[in-house]
């Protein structure tokens, strides 16, 4: 019973360390562009999902394949406009899709 506990504890605080993660990437996010609710809770997601899909992967092959859906649906859901504005931050953009 007590090993149970433990892994539930371990992929509760691993959960609680991808939002801690995302919500902090989403603030240097909005601190460089404007976004709306919607699009924010739907990044704020995105992010959750990186941190926890980097957490479970266990080759290169793993991460690079997040690295790819992150670009891709980072691109994909900013205007132009607000994409411009952020890959003018090489940093924060690099960090958001790694």
């Known amino acids: 019973m007590f090993a149970i506990s433990n892994v539930t504890f371990a992929q509760e605080k691993k959960e609680a360390d991808a939002k801690t993660l995302a919500k902090a990437e989403l603030n240097e996010l909005v601190a460089e562009i404007t976004l709306d609710n919607s699009l924010e809770n739907g990044l704020y997601m995105l ?19 997040v690295y790819e859906t992150m670009k891709s649906k980072l691109d994909g859901s900013l205007s132009p406009e607000q994409l411009k504005k952020l890959k003018s931050n090489k940093k924060l953009y690099e960090n958001l899709i790694k």
Do not use: C, G, I, P
């Open 47 to 65: 992010l959750v999902y990186k941190h926890d899909a980097l957490a479970k992967a266990t080759s290169d092959n793993e991460r690079n394949a």
